[in-house]
């Protein structure tokens, strides 16, 4: 099949959208309920205990996907957000706006379970080391993507205004990344990069691995039930929407 | 160039410009965004002096003693090339451990000796189970021996 032939541009009208998402969505929780039952049962039960930390280094297993997922989303939204602004196109701006609460809630999740598991393992809850720091930075951005967004009524004006400041956020992203690379920091190194074998049993990096697809069908699930909300509301004076309506009532 | 063809432009120099920016700003602010001094470091005069400061680096292999009142713990902090002994009273985090990474709080005393009043475990990104990590550090030892003889 050619790349031109895929209707791409069907697929941006809001309208051919919704009924598209609403069809793919149940296949994604499937997806995230398969992959999540998987990834729990090698983390608890497969994956073996580790050689310093015990029992508690299981942590990685929804710290470490939760934590990719933040920045990922953001990298995500903040690209649609982007386009949005670019090209003026409706549906990428309410992708946008959809991801902003998953991408929050993975944040803290993983601000939240690693302070759990600093306690016992460094010492301490939070320490203003350089990732633990531009990690809450994140979270943040993304409260202050909401709140903009919340804040003006007018969406078009709300998108732009949030498409600037997602945009300028960005940067924020690879800071976390490398602030384990650039400056001595208490949270340790990656375990895990694109340019070196990974520092890590290999059962314990599937569970890790699967965790992080369920973390992904996820987000995607939410996300398109979020945009669907966003594109009826919009929408609601579009004569499709009232026709739906119509079939509803 | 159709108008949102510029507009899409506009946005790429403006995050690539913002981003140039950033990168010289935390470049220019290296030196004060560590989170902690080696030991190479104090031993250099680079660390606050009169003033808390963290000093982190690996416990060195048997230096860890307690005191008889079974609180105060010293031991010695290394970055292989200096040491520098510290003193605490307090817990000691699960982490802590000799030859591993460690990052402590506090003042260095007029005779040397770091007073920490907070320890940290700081440990690696290595995750093993413990048979792996006793077959690796059995190699290690049949490695040091082949290269002795």
Redesign the interface.
Known sequence: MNFRDIAWFKYSSPASFYFLAGKMIPWFWAAAAVFAVAGLYIGFFVA???????E??RI?FIHVPAAWMSMFLYVVMAGWA?IG????TRLSSMMATALAPTGALFTFLALWTGSLWGK?????WW?W??RLTSELILLFLYIGFMSLQAAIDDPRRADRAGAVLA??G??NV??IYFSVK?????H????ISLMQAP???AT?LTGMLVMALACWMYSIAVALMRVRCIIVERERHAQWVSEMRGQLK | MKP?HK??MF?AI??AG??LA?ALV?NAF?SN????F?PSQVAANEAPQGRTFRL?GLVQQGSVKRQSDGLTVQFIVTDTAKSISVEYKG???????EG?GV?TQGKLGTDGVFRAE?????????????????ALEQAQKAQKTLVAK
């Open positions: 073996p205990t580790d050689f310093q930390q015990g508690a280094y990685i982007g602004l670019a090209f003026n016992p393992m460094w010492g301490t320490v080391d350089a945009l300028v960005v940067v690879p800071i650039w400056w001595n920091t208490l340790q190194g990656a375990s520092t890590m049993a314990m | 949102r507009k899409l946005i403006g995050v913002l981003g950033v935390l290296r965004l560590v989170f902690f080696s982190g817990i000691l985090p699960d982490l802590f451990k591993k990052v907070e320890v940290l475990a700081k440990h690696d990104e290595n995750y093993m189970p413990p048979e792996a990590a006793h």
